[in-house]
């Protein structure tokens, strides 16, 4: 399935979280709280992770809730949405090789607006869950086989084309750990085949309010997409009803104003 149009601009606000997976409010306080900041389209995207091992994850959805997670969006976008503001229906999606095409056959049955296709993981490694994460990897070498290896899973995402939005990019640096290597050729495959697969991908706000200070991804990797022609949707990863539009103005400076 190719992936759809999704509204892009300061307007728009797709990636953002409720207490159905790592988020600290209800549905309905998010929601209003989106309308009250002005906001003309606002996506709810929880956590939904399929692991290949089985394994469950606590800051995900169970994944057998998720019919009650769409009904509950659906009755909300009955009693909240106006002629001035629309409320979409999508969900983070966990991207593994092994199983990323029966897990969205398996999506394609539920009335989502919008998939963000993200990685958190590489191989059993977490790589947004805590600082000490990193600094038990055991020094640099270790560091830049997790970069290698997580933009080698980001390449099959991007060469997948099984999403619509492609989630913070450049995630590992999370915690300030940096590779000591160019990656600069593995992140132009990425980019390309992101190209290719008709997907956009977000400049995710939440990262200047982490250790690494910048947003996903960084000004030359969207600098780079911006060049490609690779549609670009701002987002802000909220968690809580403050961060709703938090650090746009700095996301549309990095954008230069342009959002294809």
Known sequence: MAPRTLPLGPTASLHNHTVWSDGEEEMAVMIRAARDAGLAVFGISDHWVCRPDGLVEDWAMPAHRLPDYVEALLAFRQQLETDSFRLLIGLEVDFFEENAAEVMAHLAQFPLDYTIGSAHFVGSFPVDHTREDWLQ????????????????????????????????????????????????????????????????????????????????????????????????????????????????????????????
């Open 137 to 260: 990897l055991g020094g640099q070498r270790h560091i830049d086989d997790i970069y290698h290896a997580y933009w080698q899973k980001l390449l099959h995402l991007c060469q997948s084309g099984l999403y619509d939005l492609v989630g913070h990019l450049d995630l590992p640096k999370k915690f300030a750990f940096r590779p000591s290597y160019d990656d600069g050729p593995e992140i132009e495959a990425v980019l390309q085949a992101l190209r290719d697969s008709g997907m956009a991908m977000e400049l995710n706000t939440a990262g200047w309010a982490k250790d690494c200070r910048d947003a996903y991804p960084a000004a030359a990797i969207v600098a780079r997409a911006q060049r490609l022609g690779i549609p670009i949707a701002i987002s802000t990863d909220s968690h809580h009803p403050s961060h709703i539009g938090r650090f746009v103005p700095e996301a549309l400076q990095r954008l230069g104003g342009q959002l294809p």
